[in-house]
């Protein structure tokens, strides 16, 4: 199983990002791929999560803001829009077939506890 990020960078406080996730080599029918963040010195936060129903999970600190959306190839994406220096964060993806998407997005305890995971994106949102 092989999950890629991309499309992190530097933007403007108020601009946007797409960030994107590549996923091969996932066999599961049924599960659910989410976002989560890391900033310096701070504990990994959950940000969204969907399932394959399409049933979307958000932090509190994203709703309105960012949208989370997958294709047909299981291929993850997250629109971020007005963003705010707080998001400043490495953005990793990861998959997990026995959690809903509320759920994943509680796992701040190592990624390897999931089924998979990327090595992640940088977002740097400048003031």
């Known amino acids: 199983v092989q999950l890629v990020e991309s499309g992190g960078g530097l933007v403007q406080a108020g601009g946007s990002l797409r960030l994107s996730c590549a996923v091969s080599?996932?066999?599961?029918?049924?599960?659910?791929l989410g976002w989560f963040r890391q900033a310096p010195g701070k504990e990994r936060e959950g940000v969204a999560a969907?399932?394959?129903?399409?049933?979307a999970s958000y932090a509190d600190s994203v709703k309105g803001r960012f949208t989370i959306s997958q294709d047909n190839a299981k291929n993850l994406y997250l629109q971020m829009n007005s963003l705010k220096p707080e998001d400043t964060a490495m953005y990793y993806c990861?998959?997990?077939?026995?959690?809903?998407?509320?759920?994943?997005?509680?796992?701040?305890?190592?990624?390897?506890?999931?089924?998979?995971w990327g090595q992640g994106t940088l977002v740097t949102v400048s003031s």
């Open positions: 969907i399932d394959t129903d399409g049933r």
């Open positions: 080599g996932y066999t599961y029918s049924r599960y659910s």
């Open positions: 990861a998959a997990d077939h026995q959690l809903a998407p509320w759920w994943l997005l509680l796992q701040t305890g190592p990624l390897n506890a999931l089924d998979a």
